[in-house]
């Protein structure tokens, strides 16, 4: 944003300071220890910022990002279409038919190269909410925990680096930085296969299969 767009969205340094990070050590301290639900606590927050006059309601309102807001309120209801209409087991089948042989790990592999090439073309909140119910199918077809395959579709949908259309963030540097669409596959792919080791390698390793 603009140097005044920013300033009109920040709350200046001052008597509303402690009031603030009070609240955010509330808020980190409850989504910690799972005492309520996440979205509980951050609305809670949200509301006890304006109640405590750190901010107005109208920053508030300022500060939303409606484009995340809305895709993230039409990706739910598909992914809940891809599970109850059984599209979901369909694809897992697929995935566990083609690459189940292989074990866990190709498993991972295959979750992995789907969820980030999707990442590429479309958001990658979308990518995730859609790949979500699926992994956990996988899971289900083949056996094993969903938690490592739910964290590889978190790691291969935060790897959306390779085209300026995956993230809102890489289109906002594209002018600015002079970048061309090649530029994010030339640094993209480096990093992108740094995040593939993560997801079917270290992923494991904390997550068991």
């Not at 606590?41 to 109208?58: D, N, Q, T, Y």
């Not at 920053?59 to 992914?79: D, F």
């Not at 995730?128 to 083949?142: D, G, Q, R, W, Y």
Request: aromatic residues 6%; neutral net charge; charged residues 5%.
């Amino acid at each position: 944003d603009a140097p005044d767009a920013v300033r009109r969205q920040a709350a200046p340094i001052g008597t509303r300071t402690i009031p603030a990070l009070v609240v955010l050590g509330a808020m980190v301290l409850v989504l910690t220890t799972g005492v309520i639900p996440a979205a509980a606590a951050a609305l809670i927050a949200a509301i006890a910022m304006v109640l405590l006059g750190v901010i107005s309601v109208e920053q508030a309102q300022r500060s939303l990002a409606w484009t995340t807001l809305i895709l993230v309120a039409g990706m739910i209801p598909l992914s809940t279409a891809i599970t109850q209409t059984g599209a979901a087991d369909l694809l897992a089948s697929t995935i566990v038919s083609l690459a189940g042989g292989g074990g866990p790990y190709l498993l991972l592999l295959g979750l992995f190269v789907i969820t980030a090439v999707m990442g590429q073309l479309i958001s990658n909140t979308a990518t995730a909410l859609i790949l979500i119910p699926i992994a956990i199918s996988v899971a289900a077809e083949s056996g094993i925990s969903a938690l490592p395959l739910l964290m590889c579709v978190n790691v291969a949908s935060a790897a959306a680096l390779m085209t300026p259309v995956a993230t809102p963030a890489n289109m906002m540097v594209m002018g600015p930085g002079g970048y061309t669409f090649g530029d994010y596959v030339k640094f993209g792919l480096p990093v992108m296969l740094l995040y593939l080791l993560v997801a079917v390698f270290l992923v494991p390793v904390w997550w068991p299969l």
